[in-house]
Nanobody, 128 residues
Framework: QVQLVESGGGSVQAGGSLRLSCAAS????????MGWFRQAPGKAREGVAV????????DYADSVKGRFTISRDGVKNTVYLQMDSLKPEDTAMYYC?????????????????????RGQGTQVAVSS
């Protein structure tokens, strides 16, 4: 069983930064792939960043490359999303997701739609 709890969202002006956290409670199962996706009102869900635990590979949406960084604290079983140079278009509900997948299948396009465990989300609002 896996439970995810996100935190760190809030309101910030354009150009500012936020760091989101996703704490995973894992019982009796293994996870090896975790990432973040976001959804704004009236817009499609967008995968933002993903990390493979074994190879430490990462991938990002083009819209956030160079501004967002995903990282992991293995001891705390927590994944972070450092968001810098925020833009109003980054405004959305941010969710983390995780699962156990074939190690070669984690850092691939669309994987975040296939990760079976998701958190409740944390809201990010960026004003201009």
């Amino acid at each position: 069983q896996v439970q995810l709890v996100e935190s760190g969202g809030g309101s910030v002006q354009a150009g500012g930064s936020l760091r989101l956290s996703c704490a995973a409670s894992v019982y009796g199962v293994t996870i090896n792939c975790m990432g973040w996706f976001r959804q704004a009102p009236g817009k499609a869900r967008e995968g933002v960043a993903v990390m493979d635990f074994e190879g430490h590979s990462t991938d990002y949406a083009d819209s956030v490359k160079g501004r967002f960084t995903i990282s992991r604290d293995g001891v705390k079983n927590t994944v972070y999303l450092q968001m810098d140079s925020l833009k109003p278009e980054d405004t959305a509900m941010y969710y983390c997701a995780t699962d156990f997948v074939d190690p070669s299948s984690c850092v691939v396009p669309g994987i975040l739609n296939n990760l079976g465990v998701r958190g409740q989300g944390t809201q990010v609002a960026v004003s201009s």
